[in-house]
């Protein structure tokens, strides 16, 4: 550690003497009528920093480095624009923005090994910006993102959301959030993502193969959560967010401040949520609710030289685990007692045994280097996640995990000439976890990662080719355990040592066909080792109701997919498709053979087993954007996935239901002068088709449909804009359970009808430019 930074250091002394003082400026304005655009932003990614345009649509940025960039500036309601510039010669751009009829395409996306624009990614990425984001009743930041097709979750309640992206999910998704993989045993069916969905500015999701830039588990795909924009120089800052959900009595608020004194930059935020048992539409359900406490800092410079960024996240939390239990005759729910719970603790906030008790601690640092035309990212990562599962007490609980990570990651992008680009990149991470509970499930383990990779892109006019490839090497020691009880002695884990080695690589093209159309394609092989349940698990799995058997001989998952996408867009007319063949070798999952059973305690319970065999996944994704008239947008989309266990011949297990959805939004047309500001209605229907194809230890799946409305607008208070919405999810209370809900085992359906009140105001500690 000490040497990266001494190397650190000495690229900032260099590139600071090496480089002068450089400035961009200009003014935007609306392309129709010339009018400036008070407060678009434009924006350079790749070092983090960006300002407002000013009263006349003017814009100024000093101490820039001397070199090209890609700049985006973007302004609600208007198509954004994305342009390399070239700082030597202090550039002086004005930019004209068009009105956005359709959702703008072109945005720009850094999740990949370089800053670009979608249009010449052949990955499928899909954005979502902080206003989408932070207009939602979503419960979590996972929830968040299922209304984009190809994406869903499976589900534990209110307060448990994993990521499921075309059909994978668990360890075959990689969660980044603040440039650092996010690790807090993501094996395990009720465990959800450490994240507090208020500190997101952004979102972006790569759908597809990603093994080449993130090593082992992005088989599925990557959600990479993106820190705010820091303010400009001069500005501090800040915003109060609150929500009210009168279903399960939902409330959250966050409250986050932050400022740029000079390039040093600095924030902070605080979060808490609190909920009770929700309510499907015909009944309470016992133990659902949860509280959750997140504290977020950063200290960081900004400057020409590039940035360094410090992290520091706590992320706390308490959930009711929903067991079901009722009462024989009147179908009551019942408490550990086997007693019907009183209506008073059925609806109240205080949750009962079992629990979980999750924290989440990560320090990090995040920089970007700038060498002549070259670029240095250097990310480093520590966290510990403790998860105690409380079956009988809420002091001593019954399983508790402690797994400590440290990762780091490093890329040295490098322009090559003639429209190729280049980026070389290691990446590692050593982990291990430590079992502290009374039961155990998984051993205790130590964990070492390492990769490294080289990928190529070569720019013309309308065309990018890209290709990379990479190897990655893993280690995986479990611990023994054998416990003594009396003469006799139980041997819980057996000690094992295993390796797995794996080339992962992409190949695509982005083709601009014309103004109007792209064309991707992609074929990417990536890989999965696996992780310590499916080698080591030997338990009894809480909130499962099974007994997990891990098998210490299993080889890595490897896949070959093959993605095609067509995207056309008009002014009144925007039509995107994609489609995906994923062959996958040794895919791994739980199988309980002969009806085989365990013993533990006294009770039977199901044995499962860790096995594997060759599979595929296919589908294909399809939106459609209608602007029939002034303002309005109608908007639909389709997600179809399939998965075969090639091995068995049967069903791959947890493939969400095909989804359509249809939503018609209203973005209300007002005087400019008025104090509201993009006010807008929508009315949306999602279609869940039943789903016939599952897995011989799940269940057939209804077809439901749900309404869901919702209103909104900004409110200009002196020169702040509040944020005020009212959202109604499940708008005819309808009876339905998703494929991918776990209590939808224990006979349990999902949240009937809620509304939520959401407010978001903005505030400013002092001003500047």
């Known amino acids: 550690m000490k040497n990266i930074y001494g190397v650190l250091l000495l690229l900032l002394s260099l590139t600071g003497q090496m480089q002068a003082q450089h400035t961009f400026s200009g003014i935007v304005l609306d392309k129709a009528n010339n009018e400036a655009l008070t407060g678009a932003i434009v924006y350079i990614p790749d070092l983090k920093i960006g300002v407002a345009a000013g009263p006349k649509g003017d814009f100024m940025m000093t101490d820039l480095p001397a070199r090209s960039f890609l700049v985006e500036v973007k302004f609600m309601g208007y198509e954004s624009q994305q342009l390399m510039v070239d700082f030597n010669n202090n550039p002086v751009i004005n930019f004209h923005l068009r009105l956005a009829t359709i959702e703008a395409k072109g945005v720009v996306i850094t999740g990949s090994a370089f800053s670009t624009d979608t249009r010449s990614s052949s990955f499928q990425v899909v954005p979502v910006d902080k206003r989408e984001l932070m207009t939602s009743a979503a419960t979590t930041i996972i929830n968040e993102l299922t209304h984009i097709p190809g994406i869903s979750a499976i589900s534990t309640g209110g307060a448990i959301a994993k990521p499921v992206i075309r059909g994978l999910g668990y360890n075959r998704v990689v969660t980044l959030y603040e440039g650092i993989r996010q690790e807090g045993n993501q094996w395990g069916d009720e465990h959800g993502i450490e994240i507090?969905?208020?500190?997101?500015?952004?979102?972006?999701?790569?759908?597809?193969?990603?093994?080449?830039?993130?090593?082992?588990?992005?088989?599925?795909?990557v959600i990479n959560i993106l820190e705010p924009l820091p303010p400009p120089p001069g500005i501090r800052r800040g915003e109060f967010a609150n929500r009210f959900s009168g279903n399960n009595k939902l409330l959250a608020s966050s409250l986050m401040t932050e400022g740029n004194a000079k390039g040093f930059i600095w924030r902070a935020r605080a979060s808490y949520k609190n909920a009770a048992a929700y309510k499907t539409p015909s009944e309470y359900v016992y133990n659902s609710g949860y509280d959750e406490t997140d504290l977020n800092a950063m200290l960081g410079l900004n400057k020409k030289w590039g940035y360094t960024h410090f992290h520091y996240s706590h992320f706390n939390t308490h959930i009711g685990l929903v067991e079901g239990e009722r009462d024989s005759i009147t179908r009551q729910f019942t408490d550990q007692d086997g007693k019907i719970v009183p209506d008073d603790v059925l609806k109240g906030r205080k949750l009962e045994l079992p629990l979980q008790h999750i924290s989440h601690d990560k320090f990090s640092t995040v920089n970007n280097i700038i060498l002549g035309k070259s670029q240095v990212k250097i990310n480093l990562g520590y966290q510990q996640n403790n998860r105690k599962e409380h079956a009988e007490s809420r002091s001593d609980p019954n399983l508790f995990f402690q797994l400590q990570t440290l990762s780091y990651d490093a890329k040295l992008q490098l322009p090559l000439g003639n429209?190729?680009?280049?980026?070389?990149?290691?990446?590692?991470?050593?982990?291990?976890?430590?079992?502290?509970?009374?039961?155990?499930?998984i051993p205790d383990y130590t964990l070492q990662d390492a990769g490294g990779f080289v990928y190529l892109k070569?720019?013309?006019?309308?065309?990018?080719?890209?290709?990379?490839?990479?190897?990655?090497?893993?280690?995986?020691?479990?611990?023994?355990?054998?416990?003594?009880?009396?003469a006799a002695i139980d041997t819980i884990f057996n000690h094992f040592s295993t390796d797995f080695s794996a080339l992962s690589g992409s190949l695509g093209l982005a083709w601009k066909v014309n103004q109007a159309t792209d064309i991707k394609f992609n074929i990417g092989r990536a890989f999965r080792a696996p992780n310590i349940a499916e080698l080591g698990a030997n338990g009894i799995h809480e909130g499962t109701f099974r007994y997990e058997i891990g098998n210490a001989n299993l080889k890595p998952e490897t896949s070959l997919q093959f993605d095609a996408g067509f995207d056309y867009n008009r002014d009144y007319f925007s039509l995107e498709i994609s489609a995906y063949y994923n062959l996958i070798n040794n895919f791994i999952y739980l199988r309980n053979i002969d009806n085989e059973e365990i013993t533990y305690q006294g009770e039977s319970y199901p044995a499962y087993r860790y096995v594997q065999g060759n599979s595929l996944i296919r589908g294909f994704e399809a939106s459609l954007d209608i602007h029939p008239w002034d303002h309005i947008h109608f908007e639909n989309s389709l997600a179809l996935v399939r998965g075969t266990n090639q091995s068995k011949g049967t069903e791959l297990p947890l493939i969400p239901a095909t989804?359509?959805?249809?939503?018609?939004?209203?973005?209300?047309?007002?005087p400019k002068k008025s104090s509201f500001k993009n006010p807008y209605v929508y009315l949306g229907y999602t279609y869940t088709w039943q789903q016939n194809h599952y897995d011989e230890f799940e269940t057939k799946t209804n077809a439901y449909g749900l309404w869901k409305a919702g209103l909104g607008t900004d409110v200009k208070i002196s020169k702040q804009l509040m944020t005020i919405f009212v959202e109604v999810e499940n708008l005819g209370n309808t009876h339905y359970a998703d494929h991918l809900s776990r209590l939808k085992y224990a006979g349990i359906e999902a949240?009937?009808?809620?509304v939520t009140l959401g407010l978001n105001v903005p505030f400013g500690l002092n001003k500047g430019r």
Do not use: C
């Open 659 to 670: 989804r359509q959805s249809h939503t018609i939004r209203w973005n209300i047309e007002i």
């Open 196 to 221: 507090d969905q208020f500190s997101a500015d952004r979102i972006e999701i790569l759908k597809g193969p990603a093994s080449l830039f993130y090593g082992s588990d992005a088989m599925g795909g």
């Open 751 to 754: 949240m009937g009808s809620n």
């Open 419 to 441: 429209g190729f680009e280049s980026v070389y990149g290691i990446a590692g991470m050593t982990q291990t976890n430590t079992n502290k509970g009374i039961e155990f499930l």
């Open 458 to 486: 070569k720019n013309f006019r309308q065309l990018s080719l890209n290709g990379g490839i990479r190897y990655d090497h893993r280690d995986v020691e479990g611990k023994s355990l054998y416990l003594q009880d009396g």
